[in-house]
């Protein structure tokens, strides 16, 4: 297994490229992450009450000093998905094995990011591809999960063509509160 605390590899395709968010990529999402559109998309479970929705340059930089900060410390990767015909940054994947007492035992939970525009069933499979092929090696993870709320219809769609099933299961957060609208992805 590689350890992607060390070496966080770059991901893509043809049309999307992934690598770790750095602080260079602020002023570039701040656009995803001000977006209104986008805000509703994304997966905010247990993140202590923030939602993700950004209006300052300080407020993204505060944000991508915590990522860092959460890959240092072996928490999380985060990384700033380009779409290559513009190369402009327009959202984020985060990714963890998650070790619980819970369903979610052993999975590598993804949270998915993207402005408004890109929230495409084609475009979200593309993005998922490579991360998803390499997922068991990079985390040694059993599974991969995440969450799709009712109103994501484009990403719900784009899941279940990757293979994910929607799971009734609940995700326990740190507090206790039980989180809902996950899909999961066994790794062969």
């Known amino acids: 297994m590689k350890d992607v605390y060390v070496e966080c ?4 395709n043809e049309a999307f490229l992934l690598q770790r968010t750095v602080m260079a990529d602020a002023q570039e999402l701040l656009e995803v992450y001000s977006d209104e559109k986008a805000v509703p998309f994304f997966n905010s479970d247990n993140c202590n009450g ?19 900060a959460s890959y240092r410390s072996r928490a999380f990767v985060r990384w700033s998905i380009f779409d290559r015909s513009s190369g402009k940054a327009v959202g984020t994947i985060e990714m963890f094995c998650r070790m619980a007492d819970d369903f979610f035992n052993k999975t590598g939970l993804l949270r998915l990011d993207l402005k408004s525009e890109y929230e495409k069933e084609d475009v979200i499979c593309s993005i998922l591809e490579p991360l998803l092929e390499q997922a068991p090696e990079l985390f040694g993870c059993e599974s991969v999960s995440t969450k799709a709320v009712k109103e994501a219809a ?15 299961e609940k995700l326990k957060g740190h507090d206790g509160t039980a989180y809902g609208d996950y899909f999961m992805l066994r790794c062969e």
């Open 50 to 68: 923030d939602n993700f929705f950004y209006r300052t340059l300080e407020q993204m930089q505060a944000e991508i000093n915590f990522w860092e």
């Open 154 to 168: 484009e990403r719900r769609k784009a899941l279940e063509r990757l293979g994910f099933k929607e799971t009734a």
């Open 9 to 12: 590899p770059v991901l893509g």
